[in-house]
T-cell receptor
Framework: EAEVAQSPRYKITEKSQAVAFWCDPI?????LYWYRQILGQGPELLVQ????????DSQLPKDRFSAERLKGVDSTLKIQPAELGDSAMYLC?????????????FGEGSWLTVV | GQQLNQSPQSMFIQEGEDVSMNCTSS?????WLWYKQEPGEGPVLLIA?????ELTSNGRLTAQFGITRKDSFLNTSASIPSDVGIYFC????????FGKGTRLHILP
């Protein structure tokens, strides 16, 4: 069964350093999401792509976070500089299309610890 | 903005009991999704609902898309130890938002 691939699985970084996460969605999935999940809470949407275009980044802290999906396939989420409060799991998810009837599938997540 | 209220926040039950949890939204949704998450893992899809009134089962799980399109519930029958985890509802259309989760504990 096709899966959403994410890396790295775990990352420990020092405050003020840069960190990047990579996601490869299920083949053929045009919609890609990045969510952040703080321990004990539900996932919070950071950014949504439709192909290579950003369709929603209203919750992305743009002073330090950036996301790109240059060729409309895989995507990178970057944090620079990292802050202690960024410690969380970063989840990537994909969906065949933007409409109802297309299920969202999640990767295993990338755990970030900022020290 | 859109909000999802999921309840209960946590449940402590005996093995073999049935479980019921629900989600309500402040606006109409066209999609309701239910996920289960175990420690250190990403959410795994349990059931997807796309039509108001739809009732869907997956093994011991049953979920319904409310007629008003503002709510959904998930039932689990005859709980077993491996049902322990956090259950999330998610809803929306193009943009999908999540509830805060229901933590299911099974008492020994």
């Amino acid at each position: 069964e096709a899966e959403v691939a994410q890396s790295p699985r775990y990352k420990i970084t020092e405050k003020s350093q840069a960190v990047a996460f990579w996601c490869d969605p299920i083949s053929g999935h045009a919609t890609l999401y990045w969510y952040r999940q703080i321990l004990g809470q539900g996932p919070e949407l950071l950014v949504q792509f439709q192909d290579e275009s950003v369709v929603d980044d209203s919750q992305l802290p743009k002073d330090r976070f950036s996301a790109e999906r240059l060729k409309g396939v895989d995507s990178t989420l970057k944090i620079q500089p990292a802050e202690l409060g960024d410690s969380a799991m970063y989840l990537c998810a994909s969906r065949k299309g933007p409409t109802s009837g297309n299920t969202i599938y999640f990767g295993e997540g990338s755990w970030l610890t900022v020290v | 903005g859109q909000q999802l209220n999921q309840s209960p926040q946590s449940m402590f039950i005996q093995e073999g009991e049935d479980v019921s949890m629900n989600c309500t939204s402040s606006s109409i949704f066209n999609t309701w999704l239910w996920y289960k998450q175990e420690p250190g893992e990403g959410p795994v899809l349990l059931i997807a609902l796309y039509k108001a009134g739809e009732l869907t089962s997956n093994g011991r799980l049953t979920a319904q898309f409310g007629i008003t399109r503002k709510d959904s519930f998930l039932n689990t029958s005859a709980s077993i130890p491996s049902d322990v985890g956090i259950y999330f509802c998610a809803g929306g259309d193009d943009k999908i938002i999540f509830g805060k989760g229901t933590r299911l504990h099974i008492l020994p």
